[in-house]
């Protein structure tokens, strides 16, 4: 389980630093070597590559090492903005995939806009917050995309509330929505959920374990409202 905290806060004062950014600093990249090569990761990716129009403008939610998601984006033409709490992790991305922009800044305070981004991309970035910043940070990821945008989503499914698991082989705390939570909360932010994928991953790490893993494929209606 990737337990991304949205990836952000104030980086600049070490006592403020939220749980993720000192997870994904430790991990590096061994996080990509763990995960890069998932297929289900992969699968989503494409389908949303298939779906852009050319030189689309994309955002990437806790963007990692820069794989394989946005060097993915970049590689089919279009432009990428990768949001990461994580200054190793940015730092990596940047010089992995140079096409693209990287920022180290928390998303649920950066300014994202209204209808700006063809396609959204939330790889197992929120599980790090609370079942209401990620309700609130979803309605606004859905206000960003344009009408007819599409966002892919992938998360562990699980009923839980700040429990304390296993990631590769660190404790780390997480909380999550059962499945049918996880498409309500897409639901509600404005999206249609065209499709959803259930696979079970182990990542390729001594410290991991079997995780269960819920992909969903959306699309953002017309009538999705700024927040």
């Known amino acids: 389980m990737r337990a991304a905290e ?5 980086v600049t004062r070490e006592d403020r630093r939220p749980p993720a950014a000192e997870l994904f ?3 590096g990249a061994e996080y990509e070597k763990a995960f890069a090569h998932a297929p289900a990761h ?19 939610v806790g963007s990692g090492t820069g794989r394989p998601t946005a060097a993915a984006l970049v590689a089919a033409g279009h432009s990428v903005l990768g949001v990461d709490v994580s200054p190793v992790m940015v730092e990596l991305a940047a010089r992995q995939v140079p096409g693209a ?11 994202l806009g ?15 917050m609370t ?14 995309l344009r009408p007819g945008g599409h966002l892919v989503l992938a998360t562990v499914p699980a009923d839980v509330t700040d429990a304390e698991v296993s990631f590769m082989g660190r404790p780390v705390r997480a909380t ?26 182990t990542p ?6 079997p995780e269960p893993h819920l992909f969903l494929y959306c699309r953002r209606g017309a009538s999705a409202e700024a927040v």
């Open 25 to 27: 600093d430790a991990l």
């Open 42 to 60: 992969r699968a989503a990716l494409a389908w949303l590559i298939g779906r852009l129009p050319p030189a689309a403008r994309t955002l990437d």
């Open 204 to 209: 390729d790490h001594p410290g991991a374990g």
């Open 101 to 111: 922009e990287f920022r180290c800044a928390d998303i649920r305070e950066l300014p």
């Open 176 to 201: 999550s929505f059962a499945e049918d939570g996880v498409v309500g909360m897409a639901q509600a932010a404005g999206l249609t959920v065209l499709s959803r994928h259930g696979t079970v991953f």
């Open 114 to 128: 209204t209808g700006v981004f063809d396609g959204v991309c939330v790889f197992f970035s929120l599980l790090q």
């Open 6 to 10: 949205g990836r952000g806060t104030d």
């Open 131 to 144: 079942r209401a910043e990620q309700s609130a940070l979803l309605r606004r990821l859905s206000a960003a």
